[in-house]
Structure formats: C-alpha cells, structure tokens
C-alpha cells in the first residue's frame, strides 16, 4: 500500500517476529555510529539486537517495513544512560535508511516506540542525540540537560512524558 504521495505504508513490527532483520540492523548502526570500539562492531551488535527480540521486556526493538523490507527502527532500552534517577526509560537506536529519509518514517517509528513505552508504562521517556535535537523538538520532547558521551560528544538529553 501507498500513501497519497506515494511512499510505500510503514508497518511496525517487532524484532522479535523477525530475528532475521537483526544482522542487517547491526550493519545499520555500526556503520552509523561505530566508534571502533569492540561494542560498535556488527558481531556485538547483532548479539545485543537479538536479546532485544522481546515484545514486552526491555530492551524491545521495533521495525519499520516498507513493501516487507526494513526501513526503520528504533529500541526502548533501561537506563542507555546515567543522567538521573528517574531516567529509567529510553529511546535509542533510532534510525532510518539514507535512501527513504525525509519520507516520513522517522516520525512513525518514533511515534510507534512512544505508544509501545506509554502502553508498558515506561514512561517518562528519555532520549539523548547528538544532533537531531530540532526533529524530537518538533515530535513534542523537551531539552532537559545534556551530556557527554563515552566517546566525548556532546548530546542533548531529551524527555517526553506518556
């Protein structure tokens, strides 16, 4: 199926009813985010993805496919970072495939991992991104700090409320 302006629908789905998807996320994000360290490599990574297979513990990993074939994803995690002690719930590993960006799918997979965590109750919600502060602020989060990375980058460090 295909929208009005022709992109094809975004279906959510759990990872956990397509293992198969976790080699080519870890690709995704290591290619994406890899900072050479052992914990970045696809190996660790299709590890980590395929203990996220869960629908109702964390962390759960979502998949957005269009046409059948991952586009998007995003992982509710517990404590990604330590920031405070009420930031128990976060987003992480959000991403979309360079070739179906601007297309929408980032909002939906966001807006997805959103509804899975108020349905859990894992909320508040928190976030942290090095630079796509302006998208989550115009999705309805809000700048609550910042932090520096393991890896000495600046992220802000975002919360949205269920």
Request: hydrophobic share 45%; charged share 20%.
């Amino acid at each position: 199926m295909r929208n009005s302006v022709g992109m094809a629908a975004l279906n959510i789905a759990y990872l956990a009813d397509h293992p198969e998807a976790a080699p080519l996320l870890a690709e995704w994000f290591s290619t994406e985010w890899s900072d050479g360290t052992p914990e970045m490599s696809v190996t660790a990574l299709t590890e980590y993805l395929s203990a996220a297979a869960s629908r109702d513990q964390l962390p759960i990993c979502l998949l957005g496919l269009a046409d059948g074939d991952p586009v998007a994803t995003a992982t509710l995690k517990f404590r990604e970072i330590e920031f405070s002690s009420e930031a128990d719930y976060w987003l992480g590993f959000v991403y979309v495939r360079e070739d179906v960006r601007g297309l929408g799918y980032g909002r939906a997979i966001v807006a997805a991992a959103e509804a899975v965590a108020v349905a859990a109750h894992f909320t508040p919600l928190y976030l942290h991104t090095p630079l796509k502060e302006s998208l989550y602020r115009r999705l309805g989060w809000q700048t609550v700090g910042a932090t520096t990375t393991m890896h000495g980058k600046h992220s802000a460090v975002m919360s949205k409320h269920g």
